[in-house]
């Protein structure tokens, strides 16, 4: 550490700026507690110059693992310049840059140190505005899609709307190796929600994921957590299973392979153990016949040391015949070694016979399972052209679902303005009916001008809101009653009867507007809802069709292996003809492999014909759930018509015009 100081100390020099007393101390303190690792700036107000400093020093090792560059009011040139120096470092794991408000340039920095950094482990963004700006937070989801080795990221309060969701769940996507997401206190909404819940079907690393205080919906995150933490039974859970069901069979695919690799090794060492023996055995019998032949050779010899030792005959003669006697038993053993092998030989023949047969009738097994799949693959195109079909007949249904609703919405905006106009004629008429009586008032109560003044006032006040300032008006008319003439007080109640009467039409048509309002905002949401929905529903029919043709490309590979090592299997057979009965078992346990493969096939297309028939089940029920929903929507606009109508038909300003 202290060779780090003194390095950004002659940085600083070689620059021309004084390096900051701050820093310096940080790193003296850091210095005298070696074990720490950890390089913590954080509440350190750094400059352009010592973020270059640090930027030039971070490449390669640098002597600690963690870097806190917390609250440190860091500007965008200083934060590209210190993400640029940890682009080739290899030796810090975490990253901390929380509350240093982050922007565009901050995003584009971060999204290249997730592309060509291979040691950060974690990275701390909370506190910063990478949301705000769409550009630079897609390019940072770029990057995070792009790392195989970042493992928990914080994003808590950086304003990630629903559009920044979307970049980040096709991120999630691509990204293998992410295990914790924290995105609390941001404004995701129930778009981004679905779409971070969408992504965790193709995810198979991310642990938890964060995501309270974000106006998500309880469902949603509810779901989201069974992903991330326990498998359940929904489609996503379902995905998961699938997910984790295809590890374990590649897992066992992979045992099968090393096991059978390791049996045809050790068969192999057997048989050339097999043929080593055979080969020392044919060495001995030839040193035998050598031997034979040096006996000769001294029976030659022994002849012709007869002529000169004479007394020696006898004893030549003894050797002669046991030589002839060791000579016979040779022969013999070479006879019943050439029988035995002949013997062998037609063993060997009547096995490869069998072998042979067995093999044709094992090639006769994989013509017909191959005539099964191709049967399969026809009735798996069906079921394709079936989906198609469907899927266009429900795009379809979809258009002319949103052109009945816009002609719907349509219609209520008519409605609406009516109602608005009628509106404002009645206020328009009463107003004028209003002028009129006021004048006539003051034609009629000359006298009465101070108790006229505080009158216009409470009528003025009534007029603005308040049925409460309703009494100080009825005391202030009570003192009217007890000076003015009873024609005078027969009037006023009569103004006030109409005064309350508009009143209360007011608040009426009010209440209605809002009622309507109310009503076509709910069918929005409604809409939106159900085209969220069919979406999601298209989504998984495209992954199931994406799942079928894995499956169908799995089911051809291990075919084509199957058929592979059946022929490696013949030609051992052939080639080695003293491993019959292994090669039996050998047969017999690939067949069991190929009846249980099969068995899977059979069960995973079962599977998903079910699958498909449930989707199917749920979009005949979404359908007549959009029917229905029409036929409410035509009900509510005949209640609001027939409301309308009732309303205009029993308006006091027509009983008023009838009574005149």
Same mark, same amino acid.
């Given at each position: 550490?202290?060779?780090?100081?003194?390095?950004?100390?002659?940085?600083?020099?070689?620059?021309?700026?004084?390096?900051?007393?701050?820093?310096?101390?940080?790193?003296?303190?850091?210095?005298?507690?070696?074990?720490?690792?950890?390089?913590?700036?954080?509440?350190?107000?750094?400059?352009?110059?010592?973020?270059?400093?640090?930027?030039?020093?971070?490449?390669?090792?640098?002597?600690?693992?963690?870097?806190?560059?917390?609250?440190?009011?860091?500007?965008?040139?200083?934060?590209?310049?210190?993400?640029?120096?940890?682009?080739?470092?290899?030796?810090?794991?975490?990253?901390?840059?929380?509350?240093?408000?982050?922007?565009?340039?901050?995003?584009?920095?971060?999204?290249?140190?997730?592309?060509?950094?291979?040691?950060?482990?974690?990275?701390?963004?909370?506190?910063?505005?990478?949301?705000?700006?769409?550009?630079?937070?897609?390019?940072?989801?770029?990057?995070?899609?792009?790392?195989?080795?970042?493992?928990?990221?914080?994003?808590?309060?950086?304003?990630?709307?629903?559009?920044?969701?979307?970049?980040?769940?096709?991120?999630?996507?691509?990204?293998?190796?992410?295990?914790?997401?924290?995105?609390?206190?941001?404004?995701?909404?129930?778009?981004?929600?679905?779409?971070?819940?969408?992504?965790?079907?193709?995810?198979?690393?991310?642990?938890?994921?964060?995501?309270?205080?974000?106006?998500?919906?309880?469902?949603?995150?509810?779901?989201?957590?069974?992903?991330?933490?326990?498998?359940?039974?929904?489609?996503?859970?379902?995905?998961?299973?699938?997910?984790?069901?295809?590890?374990?069979?590649?897992?066992?695919?992979?045992?099968?392979?090393?096991?059978?690799?390791?049996?045809?090794?050790?068969?192999?060492?057997?048989?050339?153990?097999?043929?080593?023996?055979?080969?020392?055995?044919?060495?001995?019998?030839?040193?035998?016949?050598?031997?034979?032949?040096?006996?000769?050779?001294?029976?030659?010899?022994?002849? %012709?040391?007869?002529?000169?030792?004479?007394?020696?005959?006898?004893?030549?003669?003894?050797?002669?015949?046991?030589?002839?006697?060791?000579?016979?038993?040779?022969?013999?053993?070479?006879?019943?070694?050439?029988?035995?092998?002949?013997?062998?030989?037609?063993?060997?023949?009547?096995?490869?016979?069998?072998?042979?047969?067995?093999?044709?009738?094992?090639?006769?097994?994989?013509?017909? %399972?191959?005539?099964?799949?191709?049967?399969?693959?026809?009735?798996?195109?069906?079921?394709?052209?079936?989906?198609?079909?469907?899927?266009?007949?429900?795009?379809?249904?979809?258009?002319?679902?949103?052109?009945?609703?816009?002609?719907?919405?349509?219609?209520?905006?008519?409605?609406?303005?009516?109602?608005?106009?009628?509106? %404002?004629?009645?206020?328009?008429?009463?107003?004028?009916?209003?002028?009129?009586?006021?004048?006539?008032?003051?034609?009629?109560?000359?006298?009465?001008?101070?108790?006229?003044?505080?009158?216009?006032?409470?009528?003025?006040?009534?007029?603005?809101?308040?049925?409460?300032? *309703?009494?100080?008006?009825?005391?202030?008319?009570?003192?009217?009653?007890?000076?003015?003439?009873?024609?005078?007080?027969?009037?006023?109640?009569?103004?006030?009867?109409?005064?309350?009467?508009?009143?209360?039409?007011?608040?009426?048509?009010?209440?209605?507007?809002?009622?309507?309002?109310?009503?076509?905002?709910?069918?929005?949401?409604?809409?939106?809802?159900?085209?969220?929905?069919?979406?999601?529903?298209?989504?998984?029919?495209?992954?199931?069709?994406?799942?079928?043709?894995?499956?169908?490309?799995?089911?051809?590979?291990?075919?084509?292996?199957?058929?592979?090592?059946?022929?490696?299997?013949?030609?051992?057979?052939?080639?080695?003809?003293?491993?019959?009965?292994? %090669?039996?078992?050998?047969?017999?346990?690939?067949? *069991?492999?190929?009846?249980?493969?099969?068995?899977?096939?059979?069960?995973?297309?079962?599977?998903?014909?079910?699958?498909?028939?449930?989707?199917?089940?749920?979009?005949?029920?979404?359908?007549?759930?959009?029917?229905?929903?029409?036929?409410?929507?035509?009900?509510?606009?005949?209640?609001?018509?027939?409301?309308?109508?009732?309303?205009?038909?029993?308006?006091?300003?027509?009983?008023?015009?009838?009574?005149?």
């Amino acid at each position: 550490m202290e060779e780090f100081r003194r390095a950004y100390a002659r940085l600083c020099a070689a620059g021309g700026e004084a390096p900051q007393e701050a820093v310096l101390r940080r790193l003296r303190e850091l210095g005298e507690a070696p074990g720490r690792g950890r390089l913590d700036l954080a509440a350190q107000s750094l400059s352009l110059e010592t973020c270059g400093a640090l930027g030039r020093l971070l490449p390669g090792a640098a002597p600690f693992a963690e870097v806190a560059l917390g609250d440190c009011g860091l500007s965008e040139e200083g934060v590209k310049l210190l993400l640029h120096g940890l682009c080739s470092n290899t030796t810090v794991k975490s990253l901390d840059l929380k509350g240093n408000n982050l922007r565009t340039m901050g995003a584009e920095a971060l999204g290249k140190l997730l592309r060509q950094n291979k040691s950060i482990r974690s990275l701390i963004l909370e506190w910063n505005s990478l949301g705000v700006w769409e550009e630079g937070f897609s390019f940072f989801c770029q990057g995070l899609g792009a790392n195989k080795f970042l493992q928990r990221l914080d994003l808590r309060n950086n304003q990630i709307n629903h559009h920044g969701a979307g970049e980040l769940a096709m991120a999630l996507k691509r990204n293998a190796s992410l295990q914790e997401l924290d995105l609390r206190w941001n404004n995701i909404g129930l778009l981004g929600g679905r779409a971070l819940l969408n992504c965790l079907h193709s995810n198979k690393t991310l642990k938890r994921l964060e995501l309270a205080g974000n106006n998500v919906p309880s469902d949603i995150l509810k779901a989201v957590e069974t992903c991330a933490c326990s498998p359940a039974l929904s489609a996503s859970e379902q995905a998961l299973d699938y997910n984790q069901d295809r590890q374990t069979i590649l897992s066992e695919t992979q045992n099968q392979a090393c096991m059978l690799s390791k049996e045809i090794l050790n068969l192999k060492d057997e048989k050339t153990k097999q043929f080593l023996d055979l080969m020392d055995t044919i060495d001995k019998q030839r040193e035998e016949i050598a031997r034979s032949g040096r006996l000769q050779m001294t029976e030659a010899a022994l002849a %012709l040391s007869e002529q000169k030792v004479h007394n020696l005959g006898e004893l030549l003669s003894a050797m002669k015949q046991e030589q002839a006697n060791v000579v016979e038993r040779h022969f013999a053993e070479l006879q019943q070694q050439q029988q035995e092998g002949a013997d062998r030989e037609g063993k060997l023949f009547r096995d490869l016979s069998a072998c042979n047969e067995k093999n044709l009738l094992l090639r006769n097994q994989v013509d017909e %399972l191959e005539k099964k799949c191709k049967v399969q693959q026809d009735q798996l195109f069906q079921l394709k052209q079936d989906l198609t079909n469907t899927t266009a007949e429900l795009k379809l249904r979809a258009v002319q679902a949103e052109e009945r609703l816009e002609m719907e919405k349509r219609r209520l905006k008519q409605s609406l303005e009516d109602m608005e106009s009628l509106r %404002l004629k009645e206020v328009d008429h009463m107003t004028q009916h209003m002028e009129a009586s006021e004048r006539s008032l003051q034609d009629r109560v000359q006298r009465l001008e101070a108790i006229r003044i505080a009158l216009e006032e409470e009528l003025s006040q009534v007029k603005a809101a308040a049925l409460t300032e *309703r009494g100080l008006a009825e005391e202030e008319l009570i003192k009217v009653r007890n000076q003015a003439r009873l024609d005078e007080q027969q009037r006023l109640e009569h103004l006030e009867e109409k005064l309350r009467l508009m009143t209360e039409s007011r608040d009426e048509a009010q209440n209605c507007c809002l009622k309507q309002k109310q009503m076509v905002s709910e069918a929005q949401a409604k809409a939106s809802q159900l085209s969220l929905h069919a979406d999601g529903l298209r989504r998984r029919i495209e992954e199931l069709q994406q799942d079928l043709n894995s499956k169908e490309q799995e089911k051809v590979t291990e075919v084509n292996k199957v058929k592979v090592e059946l022929q490696e299997q013949i030609g051992h057979l052939q080639a080695e003809r003293t491993a019959q009965e292994g %090669l039996r078992e050998k047969i017999a346990a690939l067949e *069991r492999q190929l009846k249980v493969l099969s068995s899977n096939h059979r069960e995973a297309l079962l599977d998903k014909e079910g699958e498909i028939s449930v989707l199917l089940e749920k979009l005949r029920m979404k359908e007549a759930d959009i029917s229905r929903m029409r036929e409410e929507e035509a009900q509510r606009a005949n209640l609001l018509q027939n409301a309308i109508m009732a309303y205009v038909q029993g308006s006091p300003l027509r009983a008023h015009s009838s009574r005149k």
